[in-house]
C-alpha cells in the first residue's frame, strides 16, 4: 500500500534574524510496512505510523493514516546535531560510476580525492576543479556525509547562491533521491545566514542550532569582531564556491582563518583575469573534454552578431528575438546579460527595458538594497 505526504519541516530557529531549517520529512510516495510494528518508509527514511485516531503530540515524529493521506504528530523540533553527523556514518557507498546508486564520473573522482588529501593531514586547502553541470554541490555535500564534519560553514559569492545550496544541503540534494545516500542518513540543520551577528551569544546560539552554516563574505564582514571570531573558530570545516572569488581579501580572511582546520575550494574556472593564483593545491581536476564526453552539456546553439558599433543593441535584438521564440514553443526560459560593474549592468537594464519591457526586465547585484530586491519580487 503507498501513502503521500507532503514535507514536514521542523520547527525553524531564528538568531537575529538568521534561520535555521531542518527537514525531516520530504514529500513524496511512501510505502506501508507492518512487519515490525506499523511504519511508513521511502528512500528518505522510515517513521512510525498508526491508523487513525489521536497521536499524541508528544514523543517521535509519527505518521496517522487516514482516508485523506498521511498527517504528522510529534516533535517537530530541530534534531540534535550529534545525532545527525551520526547518521552519516556508512550513509554513501562508492559504486562504479554509470551503475545504479552510483555518483557521477567526477563525483566520485572528487570524493576519493578529498578523502586522499585529508588522510595525509595536510592542511593546506585543497582546490577541487569541476566544470559546470558536473554536480559540483552534490560532491559538496557527498564529502559532508562522507567526512561527517561536526560544523560546517559553506561560504558562497552570492545571496542567491546562497539560498540554492542551502537547498541542497538540506535536501542532501539529489543523493537520496537516487539512492546514493542511505535512507539513515538524516538530512542537517542548515543555517542560512542573511544578517551579520553583532552579539556573541547570538552566534554560539547559531552553532549549537545548526550543523551547516552557509554564509556569503558580505554578511559575514557585517558581523562584529567578536562574534566572527566565535563563529570562525567553532567551524571545524570550510567549503568555498565559486573559489576563484578566494584571493579577494574579505575572501582571504575566512580563509586564513581556517589555517588548522580543513578547507576545500570548489570552482569550475580555476583561472582569474587578474592574475592572482587561488590559494591551495589543486588536489582533483576533471577535464573539460571529459564533461563534454560524458555528455554532461547540451549542444551549444551559437548564433554570431556582426557589427563594430551598436553592439549592444545588435545582440539585444538577437537575444530578445530568442526568447520569445522560445516563449511560443512552449519552453520556461529567461533572459540573462552578465556585465562586469553595477553601471554597466544598469546601462543594460534600460536598453532591455525600451527593447522588452513587457518582460520587466530587472537588474541585479550582490549589494542591492534588500527593499528594492523584495519590491522586484526577488525574494
Known amino acids: 500500500m503507498e501513502v503521500e505526504t507532503e514535507s514536514v519541516w521542523a520547527r525553524h530557529v531564528v538568531i537575529a534574524g538568521n534561520v535555521v531549517r531542518q527537514m525531516l520529512v520530504p514529500g513524496g510516495l511512501m510505502e506501508l510496512h507492518d512487519r515490525d510494528g506499523l511504519l511508513v518508509k521511502n528512500r528518505f527514511g522510515a517513521w512510525p505510523a498508526v491508523h487513525g485516531g489521536l497521536v499524541k503530540l508528544e514523543g517521535p515524529l509519527t505518521a496517522r493514516l487516514d482516508g485523506s493521506g498521511v498527517t504528522w504528530s510529534g516533535s517537530r523540533e530541530l534534531m540534535a546535531t550529534d545525532l545527525l553527523t551520526a547518521s552519516y556514518r556508512d550513509a554513501i557507498g562508492f559504486n562504479e560510476p554509470g551503475t545504479p546508486g552510483s555518483l557521477r564520473r567526477p563525483q566520485i573522482g572528487a570524493l576519493h580525492s578529498v578523502i586522499g588529501y585529508w588522510s595525509t593531514g595536510v592542511t593546506e586547502p585543497g582546490l577541487v576543479v569541476m566544470p559546470t553541470g558536473t554536480g559540483k554541490t552534490e560532491t559538496m555535500v557527498a564529502v559532508m556525509l562522507v567526512e561527517r564534519p561536526e560544523r560546517l560553514l559553506v561560504l558562497v559569492p ?219 519580487g526577488l525574494w
Request: hydrophobic letters at 45%; proline letters at 5%.
Open 158 to 376: 552570492t545571496t542567491a547562491l546562497r539560498d540554492q545550496v542551502a537547498g541542497k544541503f538540506e535536501t542532501l540534494g539529489i543523493l537520496q533521491r537516487e539512492g546514493i545516500a542511505a535512507p539513515t542518513a538524516l538530512r542537517p540543520c542548515v543555517a542560512r545566514v542573511q544578517h551579520g551577528l553583532k552579539d556573541p551569544l547570538d552566534a554560539k546560539r547559531l552553532l549549537e542550532a545548526s550543523n551547516v552554516i552557509v554564509a556569503t563574505p558580505h554578511v559575514l564582514n557585517a558581523c562584529s569582531e567578536e562574534a566572527l571570531q566565535v563563529l570562525l573558530g567553532q567551524c571545524t570545516h570550510l567549503m568555498v564556491d565559486e573559489a576563484h572569488h578566494a584571493p579577494a581579501p574579505s575572501w582571504k580572511r575566512v580563509v586564513d582563518a581556517f589555517a588548522d582546520r580543513k578547507v576545500l575550494l570548489f570552482t569550475a574556472t580555476p583561472f582569474r583575469e587578474d592574475g592572482k593564483s587561488i590559494p591551495g593545491r589543486t588536489i582533483y581536476r576533471f577535464p573539460l573534454r571529459e564533461a563534454q564526453r560524458d555528455e554532461y552539456f547540451t549542444t551549444i546553439d551559437y548564433r554570431a552578431v556582426v557589427g563594430i558599433e551598436g553592439t549592444d543593441g545588435l545582440l539585444a535584438d538577437l537575444a530578445i528575438a530568442r526568447l520569445r521564440e522560445d516563449l511560443a514553443s512552449g519552453y520556461d526560459h529567461i533572459l540573462m546579460a552578465r556585465a562586469k560593474s553595477v553601471e554597466r549592468a544598469k546601462a543594460l537594464g534600460r536598453l532591455y527595458q525600451a527593447k522588452a519591457g513587457e518582460f520587466a526586465p530587472a537588474v541585479l547585484y550582490d549589494k542591492m538594497p534588500a527593499k528594492r530586491a523584495s519590491d522586484l
